[in-house]
Antibody, heavy 119, light 107 residues
Framework: QVQLQESGPGLVKPSETLSLTCTVS????????WSWIRQPPGKGLEYIGY???????NYNPSLKSRATIELDTSKNQFSLRLSSVTAADTAVYYC?????????????WGQGILVTVSS | DIQMTQSPSSLSASVGDRVTITCRAS??????LNWYQQKPGKAPKFLIY???NLQDGVPSRFSGSGSGTDFALTISSLQPEDFATYYC?????????FGQGTKLEIK
């Protein structure tokens, strides 16, 4: 059974870069789409982006090119960097494995990590 | 971006009830529509893909229907563990977008 676990700082200062890592177990990241989704407290879900194992990426334009997703196949991990953060970036961040066959869907999710942007 | 609108936003029901949650897209998404269940403090759980296909392990009391712009998630006989928030998500194109959620509460 594939499992994902987010890690990283829970507090980031405004204008700095948020950096999170997702460790994957039970599966190789040399396949599938590896994604990030976030959820502001008490609100709905927002797609951030994905990286396909081949290296192609897709990001939500609403983030205005601030997001970068990378894979580290040697560690079976992938990461998210979000630059120039503001209070509006405060959210629970989820990593997820997605599949595209037939219909792109987020099949497996990490437990989530709350990141607060505050000085 | 494609806007996804769910109704109702909240719903009270009893164990054993049949309930239906609807999801409407601002433009046709064909059958590229998924459903997720989220319990408080937990990650979303993937339930249904391509409008009507149950993910492995999802109980058969869950079903999905629809195409184009109008979709529905039906739970045929509510169980205590089904009380949660449900989200639809379109995947016909990026950015992938979610509905605002429907909170299913115990009456």
């Amino acid at each position: 059974q594939v499992q994902l676990q987010e890690s990283g700082p829970g507090l980031v200062k405004p204008s700095e870069t948020l950096s999170l890592t997702c460790t994957v177990s039970g599966d190789s990241i040399s396949s599938y789409y590896w994604s990030w989704i976030r959820q502001p407290p008490g609100k709905g879900l927002e797609y951030i982006g994905y990286m396909y194992y081949s290296g192609s990426t897709n990001y939500n334009p609403s983030l205005k090119s601030r997001a970068t997703i990378e894979l580290d196949t040697s560690k079976n991990q992938f990461s998210l960097r979000l630059s120039s953060v503001t209070a509006a970036d405060t959210a629970v961040y989820y990593c997820a494995r997605a599949r595209s066959s037939g219909c792109f869907r987020f099949e497996y999710w990490g437990q989530g990590i709350l990141v607060t942007v505050s000085s | 971006d494609i806007q996804m609108t769910q109704s109702p936003s909240s719903l009270s029901a009893s164990v054993g009830d049949r309930v239906t949650i609807t999801c409407r897209a601002s433009q046709s998404v064909n059958i590229y529509l998924n459903w997720y269940q989220q319990k408080p403090g937990k990650a979303p759980k993937f339930l249904i893909y391509a409008a009507s296909n149950l993910q492995d392990g999802v109980p058969s009391r869950f079903s999905g229907s629809g195409s184009g712009t109008d979709f529905a998630l039906t739970i045929s006989s509510l169980q205590p563990e089904d009380f949660a928030t449900y989200y639809c998500q379109q995947s016909i194109g990026t950015p992938y977008t979610f509905g605002q959620g429907t909170k299913l509460e115990i009456k």
